[in-house]
T-cell receptor, first 114, second 112 residues
Framework: NAGVMQNPRHLVRRRGQEARLRCSPM?????VYWYRQLPEEGLKFMVY????????ESGMPKERFSAEFPKEGPSILRIQQVVRGDSAAYFC????????????FGPGTRLTVL | KNEVEQSPQNLTAQEGEFITINCSYS?????LHWLQQHPGGGIVSLFM???GKKKHGRLIATINIQEKHSSLHITASHPRDSAVYIC??????????????FGKGTLLTVNP
């Protein structure tokens, strides 16, 4: 049973480009969470999705960031027109249910904006 | 919003020593998570616990719900235990259990 998979593991973008980060949850998990870890800072919640639904995006920056979890395929975190401040590690986690359930984390995508 | 404090921030130990990392939070919770992150690496979920104690190999996690405090213990520490250990609790905003608030982490270095 494969764990949570994220790709790419490392992503380099120039300012103004788009970054697409993918997350495949564990088999049987239908809930996905995205977190961001800025350099020298702790992890921060960004968004919580179920299949085809955004449940809570209160941690997402208001502009340039979007997330989706389609019926088929991985969850995508999309950052448009990246800026240097977007450089961070982005982790996704999945769980079978939200309440009282452990979240299993992926290996993360390290985004570097030049 | 739940506030999470971890101590110590940094911890250096000799191989074989018993390690304790502490976590305190401000608002009552349903469950607390302990995570491990190796430098530049991914995050591994070690424990999720809502009461009492859990043990996995050389790792033991305890929680005192009344005192809003949890500890992570490592027995017979080994250099491969060197990592950042992170405590996380539900933010408790609007009753959601999924939105986690994370401690700043404890950087553990175990020397041979």
């Amino acid at each position: 049973n494969a764990g949570v998979m994220q790709n790419p593991r490392h992503l380099v973008r120039r300012r103004g480009q788009e970054a697409r980060l993918r997350c495949s949850p564990m088999k049987g998990h239908s809930h996905v969470y995205w977190y961001r870890q800025l350099p020298e800072e702790g992890l921060k919640f960004m968004v919580y999705l179920q299949k085809e639904n955004i449940i809570d995006e209160s941690g997402m920056p208001k502009e340039r960031f979007s997330a989706e979890f389609p019926k088929e395929g991985p969850s995508i975190l999309r950052i448009q027109q990246v800026v240097r401040g977007d450089s961070a590690a982005y982790f996704c986690a999945s769980s079978p249910l939200d309440f009282y359930n452990e979240q299993f984390f992926g290996p993360g995508t390290r985004l570097t904006v030049l | 919003k739940n506030e999470v404090e971890q101590s110590p921030q940094n911890l250096t130990a000799q191989e074989g020593e018993f390690i304790t990392i502490n976590c305190s939070y401000s608002v009552g919770i349903s469950a607390l998570h302990w995570l491990q992150q190796h430098p530049g690496g991914g995050i591994v979920s070690l424990f999720m616990l809502s009461s009492g104690k859990k043990k996995h190999g050389r790792l033991i996690a305890t929680i005192n719900i009344q005192e809003k405090h949890s500890s992570l213990h490592i027995t017979a520490s080994h250099p491969r235990d060197s990592a950042v250990y992170i405590c996380a609790v539900p933010s408790n905003s609007g009753g959601s259990n999924y939105k986690l608030t994370f401690g700043k982490g404890t950087l553990l270095t175990v020397n041979p």
